[in-house]
C-alpha cells in the first residue's frame, strides 16, 4: 500500500473529502452548501490523508480567540489504525494553546485526544424534540443512515463528529420564565458554494449590532472570540438570531430539521429563557435538535418536556475556559 500524504486541503479535494464526510453521515444537516466544512478551511484549519491520489481521511478545526475547536476526524474503514488519524491530528491541534473537542464513545478516540492534552469534562447529550403532531423524525433508536457511531462534530451533535486514532470512525454536536426582551433576525442569503466575502451572502438582513452583541456573548461564555464565523453562519439561509439583553441564540431551520446553537446566556437562567424562546418560536413539524452540557439546567426541563436524548458525546477540553452551565453549543460549530 502507498504510504499515506497529510497536507492541508485545497478546493480540488473538497469532492473527496464530502465523499468520506458522507461515508460517516455527517452533512445531513448540510444539504447545500457553503457548510461547516467551508467554514473549517476559512476560520480554521482542513487538512486531508492521501493515498495514492485517493483522499482516505480528513480533519478540521475553527478557532475561536486562542482556543481551537477540533471539529472533525474521519478515516475511512480500510485506512483506519495506518497512522493517518494521529497524523493529521498533530498537523491539526498547535501545542501549548487551549483545545476542545466533542468525542464519541469510541475509547480509541478518547485515548487520542487525552494524549494530545484533553480531559472528560462531561458528558454533551443530543437531544431532540419530534414534530408537534406526533409523529417521529426518524426510526426509534437509530441515526437517519446507518452510518458507524460517532460524535457530532467532534465537532459533533445532531451531527458530530469524533476522531479516532486511527480507527477511523469519526469524532467530530416548560421550565424556566419564558423570555420576553429576545428579538429574532431571520436572515436571507443565496446558497452558494464559497464562504465570506465570495460567497454572496446578504449582510444586510440582519442588523450588525445584533450579531455583535450576540459575537460579544459568545466569547464569554464559549472560551474565545468567533465573530467572523458567527457572522458568516448569521448570513446562512435559514438562519434566524435570537438577542436579548443577557442572552443569544442562533437557529438553523432547513427543509428536514431545526438545529439551535450556538446560545448561551450571562448566567445560566440566561440561557434556558433564550434557548427556550427560540424552541418555542421554531417549534412546528420539523424535529428541533439542540446540543446540551450535563450540567446545563436546561437539560433536565427539556426531558420534562418530552424532548429525548438522541446521542451522547464526551466534552472534553485542554483548559477549564468553558461555562457549560451557560452554554449551549452548535453541533458542528462548537
Not at 26 to 34: C, D, G, I, Y
Not at 52 to 73: S, Y
Not at 145 to 161: Q, T
Not at 304 to 331: A, K, N, Q, V
Request: hydrophobic content about 40%.
Amino acid at each position: 500500500m502507498a504510504e499515506p500524504i497529510v497536507r492541508p486541503a485545497a478546493e480540488a479535494d473538497m469532492p473527496g473529502l464530502r465523499a468520506v464526510a458522507h461515508h460517516f453521515g455527517v452533512l445531513e444537516t448540510w444539504p447545500k452548501r457553503p457548510d461547516f466544512l467551508d467554514a473549517e478551511r476559512v476560520f480554521g484549519a482542513v487538512f486531508v490523508g492521501e493515498v495514492g491520489g485517493t483522499i482516505v481521511g480528513f480533519g478540521g478545526t475553527l478557532r475561536r480567540g486562542a482556543v481551537t475547536h477540533l471539529g472533525d476526524l474521519f478515516v475511512l474503514p480500510e485506512h483506519q489504525s495506518s497512522g493517518v488519524g494521529r497524523t493529521i491530528l498533530s498537523r491539526l491541534l498547535p501545542r501549548d494553546t487551549p483545545k476542545v473537542t466533542f468525542a464519541s464513545a469510541d475509547t480509541r478516540a478518547l485515548a487520542l485526544y487525552v494524549r494530545n492534552g484533553m480531559r472528560p469534562r462531561c458528558p454533551l447529550l443530543y437531544l431532540e424534540q419530534g414534530p408537534v403532531d406526533g409523529r417521529p423524525a426518524r426510526p426509534e433508536g437509530g441515526r437517519a443512515k446507518d452510518v458507524p457511531p460517532g460524535p457530532h462534530g467532534p465537532a459533533a451533535g445532531v451531527h458530530s463528529p469524533t476522531s479516532t486514532d486511527d480507527p477511523g470512525a469519526g469524532d467530530h454536536p416548560a421550565a424556566g420564565a419564558d423570555s420576553q426582551t429576545a428579538e429574532a433576525h431571520p436572515v436571507a442569503a443565496t446558497d452558494g458554494p464559497a464562504v465570506g466575502a465570495h460567497s454572496g451572502m446578504d449582510r444586510q438582513a440582519v442588523p450588525e449590532a445584533h450579531i455583535s452583541a450576540a459575537a460579544g456573548m459568545d466569547a464569554r461564555v464559549s472560551g474565545g472570540d468567533r465573530a467572523a464565523t458567527l457572522t458568516w453562519y448569521a448570513a446562512l439561509p435559514g438562519v434566524t438570531t435570537h438577542v436579548s439583553g443577557s442572552g443569544y441564540a442562533f437557529v438553523r431551520v432547513t427543509a428536514d430539521t431545526v438545529v439551535i446553537g450556538p446560545a448561551g446566556g450571562a448566567t445560566p437562567q440566561d440561557c434556558v429563557d433564550v434557548v427556550l424562546e427560540a424552541a418555542r418560536a421554531h417549534s412546528g413539524a420539523k424535529p428541533v435538535r439542540v446540543a446540551v452540557p450535563g450540567p446545563h439546567p436546561l437539560l433536565p426541563l427539556l426531558l420534562r418536556e418530552g424532548w429525548r436524548i438522541d446521542e451522547m458525546d464526551t466534552l472534553m477540553t485542554s483548559d477549564d475556559f468553558l461555562r457549560p452551565d451557560c452554554y449551549i453549543p452548535h453541533p458542528d460549530l462548537g
